[in-house]
């Protein structure tokens, strides 16, 4: 007997019995399909009146300011130049990364010229005009008409963020790292654009796992394209000491020789530090770099036995509890040690900023802490930094120029408001990226609740905590511990999308926020992480679309 293995079997034979068996088969085939569409919509995993957007205002994240469509169209052709205005170094650096940015994809050689005379038509134009002063430190204004791309800024950052913008304004397939069809046409639009808070971050924890300097630099180029300015970089804690001090050495060779789990560890060079500066610097990202003390220590304590209080060194540690080790703050070799840190990270970091931690100092009374955390506001200011600590840093009499950053404790957050300093918002149950979206989720954790992708968008920096006002906040950052992250593809997965939301609320005017119609835009965003080959979380909330094949080696879902 012949076997029938496909509907094809069926349309080739040829006895009427196989016909009505085909006809069969796709009415209870639709029948089904159509109760499946009617379920879908009745529990809400899509409301009827969800569309594809409209191309190409609706798949820009984060939002701009104002948007003007027109009905020109810009074609990107080989013969397509970059014209640079002033044409400085750093502005063909600018131009620079975008024809890199352009040219694999579109296979074109695209070049960097200088403007002289009329522009001719068919070219992108970058300028930096010191007057359009309104436009502030990282704003742009971007005109595309059928003859010229123009983005214009007041400095050179705006040059920058408005290349994110032409980015996200070509078809996703510009993303991909080899030569694609095209056509690479732009909608002509206006475009007046400037961010809604200064500092729009993301932490990494390069101390529970260690991760390579191309992981960190995949991870700075991807915040980049949503406009993000802060890099966090926590570089100590209990389970490892991750940048060479060349006065302790130890700190790293021994410090840095393990991590959770017990694996290898790592650290870097000062060589390799100044070239993550250096790359975040061309992003016009500023790295803010993280020695937390005086709790969260255990790597530097096991690595010099004069830091303890006993004289012993304690073992290494490659567990994930918190709040079980301090350095000895009656000891004075104890100051002699973090001024001489401090020193050498200043001296390799282009930022103003040097964050100290100061979370989680369960073993220290109160008293010995805030005079530790006040003589080490000293030591920061008297290297040329501006100090950053957890908020429990409050519970100090401190500067006005030191930064807290809130991520539990709301009192503490209303406390650093009430002396004048600034806080930067990273709420656990809303930034935590290594929060579980759902009880499915193979990695993270889950003490600060699970945090899906509407969760993570639907909050507002100014109204999270009562009692704090527009003008405490500096802004917002995400952090990624990685006591359960190993690799670059876990980074993506718990990053993506939630990352691209948090760019959003710390860029966009904060009125008028609506998920609904974000995710619309982010649907738009699967195709374009697919490109770049981002290992993101596919949520079922999110009707994605542009995906590719490769989109189906999605390691986590
Ligand atoms: C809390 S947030 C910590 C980290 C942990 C994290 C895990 C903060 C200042 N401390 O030490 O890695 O939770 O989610």
Redesign the pocket.
């Known amino acids: 007997m012949t076997k029938i293995k496909s509907n094809k079997d069926l349309l080739c034979g040829n006895n009427n019995f196989n016909r009505w068996l085909l006809l069969l088969h796709i009415l209870f085939f639709n029948t089904l399909v159509i109760l499946f569409q009617a379920c879908q919509q009745k529990i809400g995993l899509f409301e009827p009146d969800d569309q594809i957007p409209q191309f190409p205002a609706s798949t820009l994240i984060p939002l701009p300011v104002s948007y003007k469509s027109t009905d020109d169209l810009f074609n990107l052709s080989a013969e397509t130049g970059i014209y640079i205005e002033p044409a400085n170094e750093e502005i063909r650096d600018i131009g620079q990364y975008l024809a890199d940015k352009l040219n694999p994809a579109t296979g074109y050689e695209i070049q960097i010229q200088t403007a002289s005379g009329i522009p001719t038509a068919g070219n992108i134009y970058l300028k930096t005009l010191n007057s359009e002063a309104g436009l502030g430190e990282e704003g742009y204004q971007l005109t595309i008409t059928n003859n010229f791309i123009t983005l214009v800024a007041y400095k050179p950052a705006g040059l920058f963020w408005g290349i994110q913008t032409i980015r996200q304004l070509l078809p996703s397939s510009i993303e991909y790292s080899t030569i694609q069809p095209g056509p690479w046409t732009l909608a002509g639009c206006t475009i007046r654009d400037y961010p809604r808070f200064s500092w729009r971050g993301a932490m990494l924890?390069v101390a529970?796992h260690f991760f390579s300097v191309e992981d960190v630099k995949r991870y700075l180029d991807l915040m980049a394209y949503y406009k993000l300015n802060r890099f966090h970089l926590h570089l100590t804690?209990d389970q490892g000491w991750r940048i060479m001090i060349d006065s302790w050495p130890d700190l790293a060779l021994t410090g840095g020789s393990t991590e959770v789990g017990g694996g290898m560890g790592g650290y870097y060079s000062k060589k390799e530090y100044a070239d993550i500066v250096d790359f975040a610097d061309q992003r016009y990202v500023v790295v803010v770099p993280e020695i937390d003390m005086p709790g969260?220590t255990n790597a530097a304590l096991a690595s010099y036995a004069q830091l303890n209080c006993n004289g012993m060194a304690p073992d290494l540690y490659t567990g994930?509890d918190?709040g079980f080790s301090s350095l000895c703050t009656d000891k004075e070799i104890t100051y002699t040690f973090i001024d001489d840190v401090i020193r050498e990270i200043a001296g390799l970091t282009t930022g103003s900023y040097i964050h100290i931690?100061g979370?989680?100092a369960s073993l220290l009374g109160l008293i010995d802490y805030v005079e530790f955390i006040t003589r080490i506001q000293t030591i920061v200011q008297s290297h040329g930094k501006q100090m950053i600590g957890?908020e429990?840093i409050a519970q100090t009499i401190l500067d006005p120029s030191t930064i807290t950053?809130h991520?539990?404790h709301d009192n503490l957050a209303i406390s650093a408001a009430q002396q004048g300093v600034k806080v930067i918002m990273?709420p656990?149950s809303r930034t935590?990226l290594?929060?579980k979206y759902d009880a499915f989720t193979p990695l993270g954790?889950s003490?600060?609740g699970y945090t899906d992708l509407q969760d993570a968008y639907t909050w507002d920096p100014v109204t999270q905590v009562n009692g704090l006002t527009d003008t405490d906040i500096l802004g917002l950052e995400a952090?990624l511990?990685?006591?359960t992250i190993e690799t670059i593809d876990n980074i993506e997965f718990m990053a993506f999308p939630r990352l691209a939301g948090h760019a959003e609320i710390g860029w966009s005017p904060g009125t008028n926020r609506n998920w609904q119609e974000y995710k619309m835009r982010l649907a738009a965003h699967g195709g374009r992480l697919t490109a770049m080959d981002v290992d993101f979380y596919q949520s079922s909330k999110v009707p994605w679309y542009g995906l590719d094949e490769a989109s189906q080696k999605v390691v986590y879902r």
Request: hydrophobic share 30%; charged share 30%; proline share 4%.
């Open positions: 924890d529970r804690d969260h994930t918190v931690g979370d989680e957890w429990e950053q991520w539990y990273s656990a935590y290594d929060m954790q003490w600060a952090p511990w990685t006591e």
